[in-house]
């Protein structure tokens, strides 16, 4: 069970390892099954499957699609995708145009607060791919305007703060549509992340299943040891199915290593037990 890593990004979003090098440090850590999710994008999974190819490593094509509801950003993952789906591929394409209007935007409010070249600079770090917030972070802290990744998002990109520009990114019930178009398995990420109450997280799963999520990060790189615990209950409450991911970005911005990751505790029911997952691979 250790050897399940289902959330991970490469420089197809905003991870620091090129997929191949995604996929060897993979190997490294002894996992072997490996799903590949950059957000809002699927372009770094064929060079990872190639680089797996003789391997002792699976690769799942994943994505993690950003989702706005109730005002807060919420991550779904998707598992086991068709990445030649039509569906998927025009609901994304949707948010990667989002995501050039925004760094747009950042771009001109942190020039505004008195740092020009943000722009240009997260356009030269994402080297064409998918902007994210984690390449302006990368820029600030290079400029010497944070002394860490963790520090830069609070001062500079998280909401209220000068570099942070509000804005909706796709339905819950759509990307839960269009995973499931494209054959895939739709879970939560990271869902101790989240700044719901109780009452609005039970509202948003129960949204979730109803629309034909069946899975939730139970062990994430971002999840304490208690965190673990309550997940385990909401997805047995919940009749979700529990993923196992480390959220790995690359050395430098991780979450967690993928080696330090928690096994799923006794009693949860993997995700990669649910029979769409023996459909899909
Ligand atoms: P975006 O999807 O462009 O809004 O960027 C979100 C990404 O920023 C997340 O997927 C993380 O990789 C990164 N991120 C968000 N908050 C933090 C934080 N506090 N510290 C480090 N990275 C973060
Ligand atoms: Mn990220
Ligand atoms: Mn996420
Ligand atoms: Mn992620």
């Not at 739709?186 to 997280?201: C, D, E, F, G, T």
């Not at 999520?213 to 040891?225: L, N, Y």
Request: charged letters at 20%.
């Amino acid at each position: 069970m250790e050897l399940y890593d289902l959330h991970t990004h490469t420089t197809a979003s905003d991870g620091s390892l090129s997929p191949a090098e995604l996929v060897t440090h993979a190997q490294e850590c002894g996992t072997e099954v490996l799903a590949v999710t950059d957000h809002d994008i699927t372009d770094g999974i064929s060079e990872a499957i190639t680089a797996a190819n003789d391997a002792q490593l699976t690769i799942v094509p994943g994505i993690e699609i950003s989702v706005t509801w109730a005002h807060q950003t919420i991550h779904v993952v998707g598992l086991h995708i068709d990445r030649d789906n039509d569906e998927l591929q025009a609901g994304i394409k949707k948010l990667q145009d989002h995501r050039v209007w925004r760094a747009e935007e950042i771009g001109r409010k942190l020039e505004k607060a008195g740092i020009p070249g943000g722009l240009e600079a997260a356009k030269r770090l994402a080297k064409g791919n998918i902007i994210s917030r984690t390449h302006f972070a990368h820029f600030l802290v290079e400029q010497g305007h944070a002394p860490n990744m963790k520090q830069v998002f609070k001062k500079y990109l998280v909401r209220n703060k000068p570099g942070y520009v509000s804005g909706e990114w796709a339905n819950l019930e759509d990307v839960v549509s269009w995973i499931r178009a494209a054959g895939g398995l739709a879970v939560i990420a990271h869902p101790a992340r989240y700044q719901l109450s109780a009452n609005k997280m039970r509202q948003m799963l129960g949204v979730f299943r109803d629309c034909g999520g069946v899975g939730i990060e139970v062990v994430s790189g971002s999840h304490t040891a208690s965190d673990i615990q309550r997940f385990t209950h909401v997805a047995e409450y919940f009749g979700l199915y529990a993923s196992r991911g480390s959220d790995y970005h690359g050395k430098e911005t991780s979450y967690a290593d993928p080696r330090r990751l928690p096994a799923l505790p006794d009693g949860c029911r993997p995700v990669w037990t649910h029979s769409d997952w023996y459909a899909a691979s």
